[in-house]
């Protein structure tokens, strides 16, 4: 049996930026080199960091604030930056879009932002596993978890059982599922009554010209609604399949963009979100979400639904025939997708408040209520479980830490860096190695 001073399950940027801050700093404590062993059920690496990677360096984009608070997260900001090396873009005209918005109670945060693209985000990922296994850090891929037994300390994985001293486990959101099985068995209490509803926009980028000052401007508008993840340029609206607890299949948009072809197809997209938390009674967020993406199946025939502005506005569905004529000068980039009428999916109080902010929004930048806009339904982020820890560097149980989106510790990839090495330290401090930050 293959024995690991540390194995951490899943390589995105949790799993990632635990490796490396392991690595750094038992090495220079002159401790024995530590075995770390990084399993992955995805074939190719790494989580998230595939996907658009826009990274944002301002608290609390991206940090649950009942875990994070400002100071903390801006040492380990830092420490992200000394891994990542970004670029930050430049932002413009902030007071102007801010002037505006502010007699309508949206406020526009200042985020830091690098933004590398689907393709620079797969160079970075190359960059990051060739450096780990310079450092002999093997690398498991298509290897995924399926059990773990805690006395004796092993994991066992779709081929074989392996031994640990410590366990991170860091499955991101698409680990959801297998998180809470995994707590289950091992008895820790979480909560999951969190979740973020909404639609992903896409719309010429003339009629939403901010991205030319702002790469992905931060919204908040009344109700709890905000945008989220804007890609422009060569930007594309994704499907992203999830399976529901009984096996029922459904879709959730999502967005992405090139960095290298930029202005391709002249397009942005980005979502508004609405966050719902449920208190009384404490309904599970997951299986809330679940009940919408079925639901949105059911009226789109399998599919997500899309509809223009033009015609939600009237009251009206959308058919194939909104896709043509002199007002639908774009094709939508997610073929594929039902014209409908989302009213018809989406719940009242949710709905309502989006159409607001979307009103505030073309109030602050006219142009994204143009007729043609469209809007695709539903775009889901489970919040993730939010496990009971046992301390702040989110140990669950002897040995056993987690990290990243699926546990609730980050919403985004650099605090989702800063998670995995948050935990890390921990490890480093029961194995009685000194760690910059204490927590
Ligand atoms: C389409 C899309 C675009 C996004 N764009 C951005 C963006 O631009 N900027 C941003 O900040 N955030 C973005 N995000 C969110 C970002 O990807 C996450 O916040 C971040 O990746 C979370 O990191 P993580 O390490 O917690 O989890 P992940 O990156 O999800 O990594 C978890 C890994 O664990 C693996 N895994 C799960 N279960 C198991 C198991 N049982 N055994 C072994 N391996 C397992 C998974 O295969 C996965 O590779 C985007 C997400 C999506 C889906």
């Known amino acids: 049996m293959d024995q690991y001073d540390v194995v951490i399950i899943g390589s995105g940027p949790a799993g990632l930026a635990a ?39 301002t608290y609390p984009v991206g940090f649950p604030e009942d875990i994070w608070n400002r100071d903390s997260a801006d040492a380990y900001l830092d420490m992200v930056k000394e891994d990542l090396h970004p670029g930050i873009l430049a932002r413009k005209n902030l007071t102007v879009y801010r002037r505006r918005g502010e007699p309508l109670g949206v406020q526009l945060l200042e985020v830091d932002q690098a933004h590398l693209g689907t393709d620079g985000g797969l160079k970075l990922i190359q960059t990051l596993t060739a450096a780990l296994e310079k450092q002999r850090v093997d690398i498991f891929l298509g290897e995924e978890m399926t059990g773990l037994d805690e006395q004796a300390r092993q994991i066992t994985t779709t081929t074989r059982t392996v031994g640990f001293e410590y366990l991170l486990i860091a499955p991101g959101r698409g680990g959801f599922k297998f998180l809470q099985d995994t707590l289950d068995t091992i008895g820790v209490n979480y909560v999951d009554h969190i979740v973020d509803i909404g639609i992903r926009i896409e719309t010429r980028i003339e009629h939403y010209p901010i991205v030319h000052d702002y790469y992905d401007p931060k919204f908040l508008f009344p ?115 039902t014209p409908g009428d989302i009213s018809l999916s989406m719940p009242a109080k949710i709905l309502r408040d989006i159409w607001k902010s979307m009103k505030a929004l073309d109030t602050i930048i006219p142009g994204i209520l143009h007729p043609s806009t469209i809007m695709y339904y539903p775009e889901i982020k489970l919040y993730a479980n939010r496990p009971v820890f046992s301390d ?48």
């Open 223 to 337: 109700g709890r609604v905000r945008t989220f993840c804007t890609n422009s340029g060569d930007a594309h609206v994704v499907q992203e399949r999830y399976l529901s607890r009984h096996g029922k299949t459904y879709y959730s948009v999502n967005g992405h963009a090139y960095s290298h072809r930029n202005a391709a197809n002249g397009l942005v997209n980005f979502a508004m979100l609405k966050t719902i938390r449920f208190t009384e009674p404490l309904a599970s967020g997951q299986e809330f979400a679940e009940n919408l993406g079925l639901q949105a199946m059911l009226m789109g025939g399998g599919h997500p639904i899309m509809q223009r502005v033009g015609d939600f506005r009237m009251g009206k569905r959308s058919k194939h025939s909104s896709f043509s004529g002199d007002l639908y000068d774009f094709e939508p980039t997610l073929r594929g997708c």
């Open 392 to 439: 702040s560097n989110f140990k669950v149980k002897d040995r056993i830490y987690l990290a990243g989106d699926g546990a609730g510790t980050s919403r985004g990839i650099t605090a989702a860096w800063a998670s995995g090495l948050r935990a890390c330290f921990g490890i480093l401090k029961d194995l009685g190695i000194s760690s910059p930050l204490p927590d």
């Open 19 to 57: 490796a490396f801050g392991l690595l750094k700093h038992s090495t220079s404590s002159g401790a024995a080199p530590l075995r770390i062993a990084v399993f992955d059920k995805a074939k190719t690496s790494t989580g998230g960091l595939r996907n658009d990677c826009k990274m944002n360096f």
